[in-house]
């Protein structure tokens, strides 16, 4: 994205609710603007009713203010984000990309989130497939590319690691534009890394340094008529997906549930525009929660 780009504006709908919800702190900076009525209360004039509505409409948009301003603040260690104070003097959020069922519309979703998000990172699990040779072949007669054996999961590791070190040295290594005049991480930077891959929830040392995990799936009929149009560098052989690429998916799936491992659904099935605004909605709120 480029530098000095800002997240685009809060639709309103979301502040709105931000402001309804308790505990979001609105109530404290605007007090309520009802009439006080009932036992007990205060009878008061017309003005003194006008006034504290004009008071409470201040504060509304003070807060308002407030929440656009800390958009590019960094999390400072709140919220249900995790932040990662590790190694460095600075809070950082990491997302973890919407991990799913192959061809659930995964890379079409993290290209557009990059691009919206500042500061943005992203790392690809599929970059750390180990070369064909390596992959073994199973009993059934298939190269086992589903499972974390045909993955170099360390190195992905590291990779997220020297993100975690030093997002802008990492960011400006990897092309991105960092916020301008940033020769270092400032405590006000918020810097976001997306971490897309079909295999991220069943490989411990990955799954607790995500803060927000997502998990895109879509049904089988669905699942089997999209990768029927894929073009991999290694093309499936006849078979693989009923015979190796779908079994693998229930069995990851059902491993991870049984784990515990915390995610958001995603529905594959919706649009690609409402998958996008529900992530990048949720996004946002916990930015500006942060
Ligand atoms: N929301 C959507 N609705 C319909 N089709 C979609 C949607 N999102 C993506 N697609 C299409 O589905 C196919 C797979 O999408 P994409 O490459 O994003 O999936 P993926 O999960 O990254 O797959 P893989 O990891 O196997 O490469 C593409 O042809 C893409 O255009
Ligand atoms: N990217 C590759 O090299 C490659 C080779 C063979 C199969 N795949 C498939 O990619 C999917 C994950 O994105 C998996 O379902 C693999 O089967 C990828």
């Not at 205060?42 to 929440?67: D, F, I, M, P, Y």
């Not at 958001?264 to 919706?270: A, F, R």
Request: overall charge positive; glycine content about 8%; some cysteine.
């Amino acid at each position: 994205m480029p530098a000095g780009a800002r997240v685009p504006p809060v639709p309103r709908r979301l502040l709105h609710l931000e402001a309804a919800s308790p505990g979001s702190g609105a109530e404290m900076a605007a007090p309520s603007a009802r009439p006080l009525s009932g036992a007990g209360s205060t009878v008061r004039s017309g003005a003194s009713r006008r006034r504290e509505r004009e008071g409470a409409v201040a504060a509304n948009r003070r807060q308002k203010l407030r929440w656009e301003g800390n958009l590019n603040r960094a999390p400072l260690g709140i919220l249900p984000l995790r932040v990662f104070p590790a190694g460095s003097r600075f809070s950082r959020l990491c997302l973890p990309s919407p991990r799913r069922v192959t061809n659930g519309g995964k890379t079409t979703l993290t290209n557009r989130l990059i691009k919206a998000l500042p500061n943005c990172c992203v790392v690809h699990q599929d970059d750390f497939f180990k070369p064909q040779d390596q992959i073994e072949v199973g009993e059934d007669g298939f190269k086992q590319w589903d499972v974390l054996d045909s993955l170099d999961m360390e190195a992905m590791v590291s990779t997220v690691r020297a993100w975690i070190e030093n997002p802008v040295k990492f960011a400006r290594s990897h092309g991105v534009n960092v916020t301008p005049g940033s020769k270092e991480p400032a405590s006000k930077d918020t810097h976001i890394l997306v971490i897309e891959g079909f295999l991220l929830y069943n490989y411990k040392p990955l799954i607790d340094l995500f803060d927000i995990r997502y998990y895109l799936a879509v049904p089988y009929d669905e699942c089997k008529r999209r990768r029927s149009t894929r073009n991999y560098t290694v093309p499936d052989p006849p078979g693989l997906f009923d015979g190796h690429v779908w079994p693998m998916y229930l069995k990851h799936r059902k491993a991870m549930e049984d784990c515990g491992v915390d995610v958001v659904y995603l529905d594959g099935l919706k649009s690609r525009d409402e998958l996008y605004n529900q992530v990048f909605e949720d996004i946002h709120n916990k930015l500006l929660n942060c």
